[in-house]
């Protein structure tokens, strides 16, 4: 089979020599391509174990474990400007569930998937580790 592939969406982060570290969630773009196989339900699974925050109240650094797993709609994410955007919050200060929330919002917004899920599981601190799961679900009339 020779099928002719569709034109690729300029994917601008992927491109570049020299890479550009954005300093807040604000300042980051997410990229995405078409799905090549829109029609087919299948699993995208990014697994991000050195992600890392800061606590909004202390300024010291949270460190954790970040996976987001998706079904495809339209789109597909592009990896580089998801690595990019996740470094972002590196000096970002947040509380866990707000992260992860907001992960899950710009992700849908960019890339409308069927069914994505992102789960942070934060390192100890205080005894105490923390695990946000947050999952989205289109209604029927957004698929």
């Known amino acids: 089979m020779n099928r002719k592939s569709p034109p690729l ?10 890479t550009h570290y954005p ?4 300042e980051a773009r997410l990229e995405a391509f078409p799905n ?12 991000c174990p050195e992600f890392t925050c800061l606590c909004p109240i202390t300024g010291q ?3 954790g474990h970040l996976t987001i797993e998706y079904v ?3 789109l597909c994410l592009e990896s580089k400007s998801l690595k990019l955007y996740l470094f972002s919050f590196r000096n970002h200060g ?8 907001r992960i899950l919002d710009d992700l849908v917004q960019t ?8 789960t942070g599981a934060f390192n100890r601190r205080g005894g105490i580790a923390i695990t946000v799961t947050a999952e989205h679900r289109p209604r029927k009339k957004e698929i």
Do not use: C, M, Q
């Open 94 to 101: 947040a509380f866990h569930e707000a992260i992860v929330n």
């Open 72 to 74: 495809p709609g339209p």
């Open 23 to 26: 300093g807040r969630p604000e």
């Open 61 to 63: 650094p949270d460190f």
């Open 111 to 118: 890339i409308r998937p069927r069914w994505l899920k992102i």
């Open 9 to 18: 969406p300029p994917l601008t982060l992927l491109k570049k020599s020299t």
């Open 36 to 47: 090549p196989k829109p029609t087919r339900p299948y699993t995208i699974l990014f697994d």
